[in-house]
């Protein structure tokens, strides 16, 4: 399952990416006073037993030619089926998540840049006990500090990018979590287009 999902995701981040393939790089501020951008990431992860797929719209300010700052809103499905070797256990979860959160990205060099991103995230549970048919329901709020890299492309035209991370907080309620003994990679991809904004004249 890992490896299925990888390789979708980096078929997904050339895609997206190859979008930006002829933008060009310039001082952005000169270009648009407002350089602000709305856009989507496509997040897929996951292991073994596990499956994570979701979006998150973001909102994005290009602050100078280096860095970016931005809010994201975190619409998430998660799964996972746990089965032990004598099939005493036989679980099987899935999650529906809702965060808020805002992130830095930090470009080095033109086409490569890290992100970091502190979240909070709700999670509403439905677990089910295959083997004595039995199932339950809760919610729980967890907070998240993913950090990762990325490759991407930003100009005044918008932006694309791919990325993976981690979260460093790595709790127990976390989704990136999902039941597993640590925290399972984020891969994301998306991108985005500028908002353009009408400056009203003054008489």
Known sequence: ?????ATISFIICISIVGFGQNTVITTVPELNPNPYFFG?????GGGSGSFQ???NPELVKHYNDYID???AMNLY??????ISED????YKYSNTQLGLGAFTRIWPVEQFFIQLQPEYNWTFTNAKNLSQGTSGNSSVGAPSFLAGLGYGHRGENGFSYCSIMFDLVNSQQSPYRMGQLTAQPIFRAGFGFPIHLTKTKRP
């Open 40 to 44: 989507g990431g496509v997040v897929l």
């Open 87 to 90: 099939n005493l256990i036989n």
């Open 1 to 5: 399952m890992h490896k299925i999902i």
């Open 69 to 71: 700052i931005g809010a």
């Open 77 to 82: 499905y998660a799964s996972y089926h746990s």
């Open 53 to 55: 797929i979701g979006l």
